[in-house]
């Protein structure tokens, strides 16, 4: 079983539709949550991170931790044809001890004009 | 653009030979990551670098691969005696210590 799982979809949406992208892991000690956007044949794109428990907004996107329940998430308002991309939740232990990152395997997501 | 690069873009090489990739990192970033990413998984760790020390290594950097940063700018990865299963996307990241990481456009790597 890998330490993150993300349903690789893809997950296809009309334009203006609100978009849930989730992940679940099993290392209890991650604290820093991230979600990257990656474009075909293009690195990963930071579009949101997050600390600990809580919600993070930014325009569009939301984020959303839980800790109790080992579960991440991302919305997506208002989605646009051009968010169509894959999405990968990321995680990393202490930012002191290297940050190395530990990937989802993605979530391809289509938004339809 | 002062984003991360990578060099070359795309690399072609038959089995069992030895190739090298090159990354420049955001200038003032002290760290350096890379890892690989095969077709429909999200990036996997290799290794990282403070400055010009390297202080970590996946279980999945084999005896083939070797990376360096000699002198805390740029770093190479050189992967000895290709094989198929080193077909991947390798992509370099950096950060300022404790900072978020940018990455790289990435080097797809083709191996026949």
């Known amino acids: 079983q890998k330490e993150v799982e993300q349903d690789p979809g893809p997950l296809s949406v009309p334009e203006g539709a609100i978009v849930s992208l989730n992940c679940t892991y099993s290392n209890s000690a991650f604290q820093y949550f991230m979600w990257y956007r990656q474009y075909s044949r293009k690195g990963p794109e930071l579009l949101m991170y997050?600390?600990?428990?809580g919600n993070k907004e930014d325009g569009r996107f939301t984020a959303q931790v839980d800790k109790s329940s080992k579960y991440i998430s991302l919305f997506i308002r208002d989605s646009q044809p051009s968010d169509s991309a894959t999405y990968l939740c990321a995680m990393s232990l202490q930012l002191d001890a290297g940050n190395m990152l530990t990937f989802g395997g993605g979530t391809r997501l289509m938004v339809k004009p | 653009d002062t984003g991360v690069s990578q060099d070359p873009r795309h690399k072609i090489t038959k089995r069992g030979q030895n190739v090298t990739f090159r990354c420049d990192p955001i200038s003032e970033h002290n760290r350096l990551y890379w890892y690989r990413q095969t077709l429909g998984q999200g990036p996997e760790f290799l290794t990282y670098?403070?400055?010009?020390?390297?202080?970590?290594k996946s279980r999945l950097l084999s005896d083939r691969f070797s990376a360096e940063r000699p002198k805390g700018s740029f770093s190479t990865l050189e992967i000895q005696r290709t094989e198929q299963g080193d077909s991947a996307m390798y992509l370099c990241?950096?950060?300022?210590?404790?900072?978020?990481?940018?990455f790289g456009p990435g080097t797809r790597l083709t191996v026949t």
């Open positions: 997050t600390y600990s428990s």
């Open positions: 670098f403070q400055n010009e020390a390297q202080l970590e």
């Open positions: 990241a950096s950060s300022l210590a404790q900072g978020r990481q940018y």
